[in-house]
Structure formats: C-alpha cells, structure tokens
C-alpha cells in the first residue's frame, strides 16, 4: 500500500510539473508574439485566439494591431474583430462602443449591418431587470430603431423586433410598479396620477384590467378620506372610473368589488346633497 500511494504521488507530481512547463512555454510563447514586430504573425495568432475564443489573449493583439495596419486592407477586419473580443468577453459597454466605431469608421463595409445590430444587442445585453434605471433599456430601444431605419429590409428585422417588444414589456412593468407603489403606500391622489399615466403610454397593457380597477379603488378612498369641499367632485371621479372599469370588463372577478365601492359612493353623494 505504501508503495502504491508513493508511486500515485509521483505521477501526479509529474502531472503537475508537465502542466507547468506546458503552462510556461504557452506562456512564453504568447509573450513572444506580443512582443514581435511581425504583423502577420501577430494576426494569425490573433485570428487563431479568437477562433479557440481565448478573446483575453486575442484582443492585445488585436489592439496593437489596429495601430499598425490603419489604412490597409487588414483593418477593417482586425476592428471587427477587436468589438467581438469584447463581447465575447461579456463586456458589453466597450464591445458596443467599438461597434458603433466601427460602423462609422467602415460605413460601406460588408460588416456594418451586423456590427449596427450587434451594438443595439450590446444595449440590449446591459439593460438591468425592471425594478432598476432604465437608462439602458431606453437607450437600447432608440438604437434597434435606428437600425431598422438604416435596414429595414434585414434579416434581423424580426429579431430587433422582438427585442425591443421585449424591452417596451419591461418598462411598462417598471411603470405599473412604481404607479401601484403609490397605492400600496396609500397616496392615492399620486396613484391615480401615475397609474393613468401608464394607461396613456401603454394603452393596450397587459396590466390595463389591474389598472383601471386600482384607479377606480384610489379615487374611491382618495374621495372619503376627503375634506367635505373636495369630497362632491372626489366621488363623481370615483363614479366615472366605476364605469369605465365596468364597461371595460364586465366579466372581471373585480365587479362585485367595484360595485361595492359605487354604491357606497352613490350613498355618500347622497349624504351630501341632503
């Protein structure tokens, strides 16, 4: 047995050790490359990085290779490239930038449609989940429509579609949200504000029964928790969004509720009016 786990040690010591040595002189050899002068040898290595999608080791050369070969045939090649690296990389911010780059730099390059898409995805790829800034989303959203402007005959015609559908669904839920938190927190004058503001931006929202129902709740609450002099116009509000709901939809699980709220409204304008 003691022999058996010596000899087992030593293999993996061997292991080891030929790992490192393979390790070092990969290393070495990139080295090398990185520091020659040969521009072909750097862009082979380059394109062979990028193919294996080793983009960390592919894109300081092809950084340098940019400077070296402005002007030339290669560098239309090497840019686009050099964006891709970066996307590979997931970094979304300089990959999107380098593409926006490359499509002014080369704008009747065989490349510039996909490079125009391919900065609209990296928009798409930073914007963060609904509950966050939607800086990005919006800015992505402007940049998809640009490209279908400038391509509208694409093949990713309908992928951009989508995408920004998908975007459009996020910032009507970013909305609905932060209009509903109005509600929940019980200032509802705010809520009917936002939530009608929803409404206007994103007429057809999967949210619109939800919406409407919540508006006729605010303006009820909003109207009995009022003093008396803006009580009478409070509850005649409360009355035209009752019928707006229900006229809406009138077979929602919500009606019993709704005309509950009306006719304790009806009740109180009559309270009043005596």
Aim: include cysteine; proline fraction near 2%.
């Amino acid at each position: 047995m003691y022999y058996l786990c010596a000899m087992i040690s030593r293999i993996a010591l061997a292991v080891a050790l030929i790992g490192a040595v393979v390790m070092h002189s990969g290393c070495s050899k990139y080295n090398k490359v990185l520091k020659s002068q040969d521009v072909d040898l750097k862009y082979n290595y380059a394109m062979k990085y990028f193919e294996k999608e080793d983009f960390n080791r592919a894109l300081p050369l092809f950084e340098e290779l940019i400077a070296v070969t402005r002007g030339t045939q290669r560098s239309e090649t090497i840019y686009y490239h050099y964006a891709q690296s970066y996307y590979g990389l997931r970094d979304f911010y300089l990959a999107g930038f380098y593409f926006e780059s490359f499509v002014k730099t080369y704008p009747n390059s065989e490349k510039a449609e996909e490079a125009a898409f391919m900065a609209a995805l990296c928009h798409y790829r930073s914007s963060p989940g609904y509950s966050l800034d939607q800086t990005d989303t919006r800015r992505a959203i402007q940049k998809f429509q640009i490209f279908l402007e400038r391509y509208p005959n694409s093949e990713k015609r309908d992928t951009s579609n989508a995408l920004v559908e998908t975007m459009i669904r996020k910032l009507e839920k970013k909305a609905y949200e932060s209009a509903m938190l109005y509600h929940k927190i019980e200032q509802y004058k705010s809520a009917v504000i936002a939530l009608n503001n929803v409404l206007r931006e994103y007429p057809n929202s999967d949210y619109k029964e939800e919406i409407l129902f919540r508006i006729l709740e605010s303006n009820y609450f909003l109207a009995v928790r009022s003093v008396e002099e803006k009580k009478y116009d409070r509850l005649k509000d409360t009355i035209k969004s009752y019928h707006t709901f229900v006229d809406s939809y009138p077979e929602s699980s919500r009606v019993r509720q709704a005309e509950a709220l009306y006719e304790t409204t009806i009740r109180e304008l009559e309270r009043i009016n005596l």
